[in-house]
């Protein structure tokens, strides 16, 4: 069964639709169609499942997990899905705590960037480097092997720290680390630290992004 991706946005923040808000370098909308595989809406032909941009962590294996436990046309909070040849099913809206953690509120906000923050920790960790509780990588930035990321840290955009760096308390967008490096309780936008350099703290250097 085919999968088509709406571009609704439940809420706005900021002047951002949540299908747009940024989870740690990717939006909501981006996040489903990488991970599902998701066709636009605009390709529905009549059958499929159809999902609004709430369900940032689902993956085709627990969607169609969903899905073959259940018969029919229906609609569910978040999305329908329409088989061929059967009129939609008129029965109340079905729940979808099955699906993960969604983002139908700005009060769901708080809880999904959460498990951003965890997913994108078990990911890097995946590749040999250690982000601790409490800090933030974005999915978009790399972490060389043995390289950590200190609490209270965030690491963003497209940067690259090098392997068996320490960011201490500090955020970083779009910067380069070397092997070795130590940046410590300071703010980098744009900045090539070189292999073995310490720099902080208190430092800002780049671009404005306050402390």
């Not at 969607?63 to 109340?92: I, K, N, Q, T, W």
């Not at 960790?125 to 840290?153: K, M, N, W």
């Not at 960011?167 to 070397?178: A, K, P, Q, R």
């Amino acid at each position: 069964m085919k999968i088509f991706l709406t571009r609704k946005s439940a809420f706005t923040f900021r002047g951002v639709g949540s299908a747009n808000l940024d989870l740690l370098g990717k939006s909501v909308f981006e996040l489903m169609k990488e991970r599902l595989r998701a066709e636009s809406e605009e390709n529905f032909t009549g059958e499929g499942v159809v999902l609004d941009p709430v369900f940032p962590f689902l993956t085709r294996e627990r969607l169609f997990y969903y899905l073959d436990e259940r018969e029919g046309s229906y609609r569910f909070a978040g999305g329908f899905v329409a088989r061929a040849g059967e009129p939609m099913s008129d029965s109340p809206r079905r729940g979808t705590g099955e699906l993960g953690p969604a983002l139908f509120t700005l009060a769901d906000l708080p809880a999904v960037l959460s498990e951003a923050a965890r997913e994108s920790a078990a990911l890097h960790l995946a590749c040999g480097a250690l982000v601790e509780e409490g800090a933030a990588v974005d999915y978009t930035a790399a972490l060389g092997r043995g390289t950590i990321v200190g609490r209270g840290s965030r690491v963003r955009g497209h940067s690259v720290v090098g392997e068996n760096a320490e960011i201490i308390c500090s955020d970083l967008e779009n910067c380069e680390v070397g092997d070795g490096a130590t940046v410590a309780y300071s703010v980098l936008v744009g900045v090539n630290v070189k292999s073995g350099a310490a720099v902080g703290p208190y430092v800002r250097l780049g671009g404005r992004r306050p402390f």
